[in-house]
């Protein structure tokens, strides 16, 4: 079994650090807060006074931390990881910073000796606390390996994204994706509320259809990602749609502020000539526009 040094035991890391010692690893844990060092020694890991510290003769320094300044101060600044770390370990940063940030830190490492795993991680605290994290992994091969039965005791979905970097820059795409839906969902939920719809049957309709399926498992796949644009649902017939459900919550006093920025890109479409395509083709068109011009 392997020792680990794990820096940032908030509501994620002590989940994570509970299940590498239930997996039989030495965890060494560091984190500003006596309540989490207090509650990680109760799970049966050990407390350091420092990364620095919690690093020491570790095979693994895990970071888990809420920004990149706060990620750098505990790799690379005083009392950092590489203080004590052995030059033969490897470093995993779990945490959501910036990917350019991970670029730096993981520079400023292999300048000292170092390697490093950007290992974000997918899903909630529940899937954490059960071992059922997915992990989305930017590292170079044998470093993916290395690190892989370790991710595996806090998760049961490893993903490598395709080198260096890579898993950083997933997680950010990914929650781009899942913050707005958030918003687009509240947005959505309030107006059919307001329309006088039972909520319970507008979550069934829409559980069965691209709006609560999503259109990355039904509409695009099966279309614009073929290069098929012959239509299933036109533009055209898609942003009369739109217009309609615009109107009504004007009539209803409900702002939905997405809907009003997917109409200008919709409008877009229709100027461009393609109101008979395909409505995924929105994404041939914006692709096109980004990496042609």
Not at 30 to 35: T, V, W
Not at 54 to 59: D, F, H, M, P, V
Not at 160 to 169: A, F, K, N, V, Y
Request: aromatic fraction near 6%.
């Amino acid at each position: 079994m392997a020792t680990i040094g794990f820096v940032g035991l908030g509501t994620m890391g002590l989940c994570m650090a509970r299940n590498l010692i239930k997996n039989g690893h030495q965890v060494i844990g560091f984190d500003f807060s006596e309540m989490a060092m207090n509650l990680h020694t109760k799970n049966g890991g050990e407390a350091a006074s420092s990364a620095a510290e919690a690093s020491k003769n570790a095979n693994f320094a895990i970071t888990m931390l809420p920004n990149g300044k706060a990620t750098k101060e505990a790799v690379l600044g005083a009392d950092g990881i590489i203080e004590k770390l052995p030059k033969d370990s490897l470093i995993i940063d779990m945490s959501t910073i910036h990917p350019l940030e991970t670029d730096q830190i993981r520079k400023e490492l292999e300048e000292n000796g170092f390697s490093m795993v950007d290992a974000p991680v997918g899903r909630t605290s529940v899937e954490a606390e059960k071992g059922q994290s997915l992990f989305m992994v930017g590292a170079e091969k044998q470093d993916f390996k290395i690190a892989q039965p370790i991710l595996a005791c806090m998760g049961d979905t490893i993903i490598d994204c395709g080198g260096p970097g890579t898993g950083s820059r997933m997680k950010i795409v990914n929650n781009l994706m899942t913050t707005s839906l958030n918003v687009l969902t509240a947005q959505v939920l309030t107006f059919s509320d307001a329309t006088g719809l039972d909520r319970d049957v507008a979550l069934k309709v829409m559980a069965g259809t691209a709006a609560g399926r999503g259109h990355m498992s039904t509409t695009y796949p099966s279309k614009v990602l073929k290069g098929e644009l012959d239509p299933a649902f036109m533009i055209d017939l898609a942003k009369k749609d739109l217009d309609i459900a615009i109107e009504f919550s004007k009539v209803l006093g409900v702002p939905i502020s997405l809907a009003l920025q997917a109409e200008k890109i919709y409008t877009e479409a229709q100027e461009d000539g393609r109101g008979n395509q395909d409505w995924t083709a929105i994404f041939d068109m914006l692709h096109k526009k980004q990496f042609l011009n």
